[in-house]
C-alpha cells in the first residue's frame, strides 16, 4: 500500500453491491481518522484507505472486528464485507520504515551487549542459576525469579525507577539470547515485557520496587480509568427462532427426536449467541430457554466447536497424551509442593492422575488477587485452590441437593460462585458420577462421560457457552486451558506465569 504525491488516486467507484462500513486508519501507530466508507468488497477498502494519503505509506496491519471475540483480528482482501463492518487499517510512512532498516544493526548490537553484561552479572552474583539451565535446559521458577530481579536492578541502577519502553524491551530481548527455553512468543511479544499491554515479568518487578518509593520520586499518580460499555453483537439474520425454540422445549430426548432437537439448535444458534452477547442472562435463564443442555450435555461440544472452528477436540486430544507427561517433567524440575504431588503418581488410575496434575497446574499458576475491590474476597491458598475445580461429595448424594444452600459438605464453603465440577463417590471408585453445578443460579448437569477428563473439558466448553467469567482463584489455570485448546490469547488475558509455563512446555516438545 504505497502512493507519493505525485500518483493519487480517486476512491474507487464501489458499485450497485456497495456495503456501508465503518474503518479507523492509523499511521505509525497513531489514530489519524474514523471514517465511514462504502466499498464493495476488502480490495476497494485498502483502496480507498489509500487515497487518504499524499505520501508514501506502507500497510502494516488490517484488522476486522470480531462479534464473537469482541476484538479485532487480522484479515485480509478476501475477508467477507457486510454492512455495519467496523475495521482498523494501519500503515506506515515508507521514510520511517527506512529508517529502522537501517537502524536495526545498531539495535543487534545493543542487544548483544546488554547479554554479554547479563552473563557477566550472572556468573558474578547467581552462577547456580546458567548451571542449572546448561544441565537442564530450562529455569524453575525461583530461577527464574532471581533472573528478573537481578537484571530488572541493574536496569533501574543504570536508568532509574522509570526506564523507558524500549529500555525495558532491550531488556526481556537480551534475557532470551543466554537463555533461548525462555523465549516465548505470544503475538510476536515476549511474556517477559509487552510494549502494548505493558505486562511481563520486567513491569511487575519495577512497580513492586515502586511501590516503596517515597512521594518525591514518584512520577505519576494513581488515576481511575472510566470503563468502556462492550460492543454489542450484530442482530441476528436468522429466520423467527419461536418455533424451533417450541421443538427445543417440548421434544424430550429419544433416539427418535435427537435429529429435530439438533437441528432446532442449529437454526437458532444465532439468535442465542446474540441473546447471550448482548443480554448477559443467567445460566438459570439460559437453561430455562435452552433445557436440552441439561439432559443433553453432548449440545455443549456442539456449540463449542461451532464459536471455535476445528478446537472442540483439541483438550481430549492434548491433555492426557500430550500436557501431563510435560507438566510432570517440569513439577520434577519444581521445589518444595509441586514435586511432593508426585509422588503417588505411578499407582493412580486416569482420574486420580488428571486430579493430580490439576493440583500440579494450581501449585505452578497459583491464585493471584489484587487485595482491591471484589478480588480481596477470592483470596484461597494454593492448597485448597483446586476446590474451586472439582469437590467430592459421598456416594448416593442426590443430584438436586447439589444445589441446595451450603450445608458445609462442600469445601469452599459458600465462596464458589462460579459453576464447578462436582464429583459423587471417589474418583477409584466405578461408580462415581461427574455433575456440573452452577449453585448460584440452582443448575446442575449430570454427565455421561466416564473420564475426568471428559468431564474437565464439558466445564471449561459450559463457561464460554453460557459466557460466565472463570473463578477468580483460577483464572490462571483457566487461561492455561485456553492454551490447550489453541484459543487466541486476548491482551487482558496474558498472564506472565502462564506464559511462562507455556515456554517451558514448547521446550519440551
Known amino acids: 500500500m504505497e502512493s507519493s504525491e505525485k500518483d493519487t488516486y480517486p476512491p474507487p467507484d464501489p458499485g450497485p453491491l456497495a456495503k456501508r462500513v465503518l474503518v479507523a486508519i492509523y499511521k505509525d501507530g497513531t489514530e489519524t481518522c474514523k471514517k465511514l466508507f462504502t466499498v464493495a468488497d476488502a480490495s476497494q477498502l485498502l483502496q480507498a484507505c489509500h487515497s487518504e494519503f499524499s505520501h508514501s505509506v506502507q500497510l502494516e496491519r488490517f484488522l476486522k472486528y470480531n462479534n464473537d471475540f469482541q476484538d479485532y483480528v487480522d484479515c485480509d482482501t478476501s475477508t467477507d464485507v457486510k454492512d455495519y463492518d467496523k475495521f482498523q487499517v494501519r500503515v506506515a510512512t515508507v521514510v520511517q520504515l527506512e529508517f529502522m532498516e537501517v537502524q536495526r544493526p545498531h539495535v543487534e548490537i545493543e542487544k548483544n551487549d546488554m547479554a554479554a553484561q547479563l552473563k557477566s552479572l550472572l556468573e558474578t552474583k547467581a552462577p547456580d542459576v546458567l548451571t542449572e539451565h546448561q544441565h537442564t535446559g530450562t529455569l524453575s521458577t525461583n530461577s527464574r525469579k532471581k533472573l528478573v530481579k537481578l537484571s530488572v536492578c541493574d536496569l533501574v541502577e543504570k ?81 423467527d427462532p419461536s418455533e424451533w425454540l417450541t421443538v427445543i422445549k417440548r421434544m424430550k430426548p429419544s433416539p427418535e427426536n435427537m435429529g429435530p432437537i439438533k437441528t432446532a439448535m442449529e437454526k437458532t444458534f444465532s439468535h442465542r449467541r446474540n441473546w447471550i452477547s448482548t443480554q448477559s442472562p443467567t445460566v438459570a435463564d439460559i437453561v430455562q430457554q435452552y433445557p436440552r443442555f441439561i439432559d443433553i450435555p453432548s449440545l455443549l461440544d456442539v456449540e463449542f466447536g461451532r464459536l471455535f ?201
Open 309 to 509: 472452528d476445528g478446537k472442540a477436540e483439541m483438550f481430549i486430544r492434548r491433555w492426557e497424551s500430550s500436557i501431563i507427561p510435560k507438566l510432570k517433567q517440569i513439577a520434577i524440575l519444581e521445589k518444595g509442593g509441586v514435586s511432593s504431588l508426585l509422588d503417588q503418581t505411578g499407582n493412580q488410575n486416569d482420574d486420580e492422575l488428571c486430579y493430580s496434575m490439576l493440583q500440579v497446574l494450581t501449585h505452578l499458576l497459583p491464585p493471584t488477587a489484587s487485595g482491591r475491590g471484589p478480588a480481596a474476597s477470592s483470596r484461597c491458598s494454593v492448597k485448597s485452590a483446586v476446590s474451586y475445580l472439582l469437590n467430592f461429595v459421598q456416594h448416593g448424594t442426590s443430584i438436586p441437593s447439589l444445589c441446595d444452600v451450603d450445608d458445609g459438605s462442600l469445601r469452599p464453603p459458600q465462596q464458589s460462585h462460579q459453576p464447578q465440577l462436582v464429583c459423587i463417590g471417589h474418583l477409584s471408585s466405578q461408580a462415581r458420577q461427574f455433575v456440573i453445578v452452577a449453585r448460584s443460579d440452582k443448575v446442575a448437569i449430570p454427565l455421561h462421560d466416564d473420564s475426568l477428563t471428559c468431564a474437565l473439558d464439558k466445564l471449561f466448553k459450559f463457561f464460554w457457552v453460557c459466557n460466565v467469567a472463570y473463578p477468580t482463584q483460577l483464572t490462571s489455570v483457566f487461561i492455561f486451558l485456553e492454551h490447550i485448546y489453541d484459543l487466541p490469547v486476548s491482551k487482558t488475558a496474558r498472564r506472565s506465569k502462564v506464559m511462562e509455563l507455556i515456554g517451558k512446555l514448547q521446550v519440551l516438545a
Open 159 to 239: 536508568h532509574g525507577f522509570y526506564p523507558s519502553t524500549a529500555e525495558k524491551l532491550h531488556l526481556a530481548k537480551s534475557l532470551t539470547t543466554p537463555f533461548p527455553s525462555l523465549n516465548v512468543m505470544v503475538s510476536e511479544r515476549e511474556h517477559f515485557y509487552d510494549p502494548v499491554s505493558h505486562k511481563g515479568f520486567i513491569e511487575m518487578k519495577l512497580r513492586n520496587i515502586r511501590r516503596n518509593l517515597e512521594e518525591s520520586q514518584r512520577r505519576y499518580q494513581k488515576r481511575r480509568m472510566p470503563c468502556g460499555a462492550a460492543t454489542a453483537a450484530q442482530p441476528s439474520e436468522d429466520e
